[in-house]
């Protein structure tokens, strides 16, 4: 559900006007809400082309996505650095399944996070920025499906910032700069990325803190595009792939059981509704 007042410079306009640009929804949105859910004008149904006047209230109620899998109560504890109305922002744990799936249907991400609401019925779970099962740190979880759709327009732009550390196997050279391989999936293979050149175009910023024994270093990314797999890939093309990782290096099952070692470290976000600037550090335990 979403609401909105109108303001006095927007008196006359069409109620669609106002959801596309005031309340910033899709125009997927606002069919989806016109034609499978409702859209209310001082608590009645209205259709889009009515003209509106200051003080009104428009009230939007998305229908909510049935679920691939029926959630199941997972008590994981979890750590909650933020959380509003809106959105929630977790220390996702490694190893973890961000959402559920056939090979983890009750171990997930999702699954806690409906223990965490308190299994409330109708729960519909939103990821926005999802983390591979072997990477740990902050992620993001929206409330409503409006906010989800905000925040995914704002993803890989400056309203929303993520940074991760990673500790490689090998030292980058030069120890700053940026990896502008585009990537594609590998024939023949489920869920393998590789370089290619018909692949999607993906660039990664990157910068060695620290030089480690074992020529290992640990290195601050940023992304700029968001691909499948694009930090491991991209380590792994420059000859420095991340620790542990048993699809683009080597795994490490002793020293990373179960995990690689890639954690979501730092998060700078718009709030897409308040406006407020949320800044969150996570610092990985190796």
Known sequence: MWEWTVLREEEGRR???ILRTSMRLSYTAMKSAKWNGDILLNGT???????????????????????????????????????????????????????????HPGDSL??????????PEGFVYRPVNRLDKGTSGLMVVARDGHTQDLLQRMLH????????????????????GVID?????????SIRREVRPDGQRARTLYRVLEQRPGHRALVR????????????VHLAAI????CGDFLYGTERIEEFPGRFALHSAYLKLKHPVTGKLLELESLPKW
């Open 110 to 119: 999702e699954n806690a996070v409906y223990s965490y609401y308190g299994c």
């Open 181 to 189: 391989l585009p990537i594609g999936k590998r024939e023949a293979a």
């Open 221 to 232: 990314v940023r992304l700029e595009t968001g691909r499948t797999h694009q930090i491991r």
């Open 45 to 103: 149904k209205t259709t889009v082309d009515v003209r509106v006047r200051a003080g009104d209230r428009i009230r939007v109620i998305l229908p909510d996505p049935s679920p691939v899998f029926t959630p199941t109560p997972y008590d994981l504890p979890l750590t909650v650095p933020y959380e509003d109305e809106q959105l929630l922002v977790i220390d996702k744990p490694a190893p973890l399944a961000s959402q559920s799936s056939l090979k």
């Open 157 to 176: 732009g400056e309203d929303f910032v993520r940074e991760y550390i990673a500790l490689t196997e090998g030292i980058p050279d030069p120890p700053e």
């Open 15 to 17: 109620v669609r006007e």
């Open 239 to 242: 000859g420095c792939p991340v």
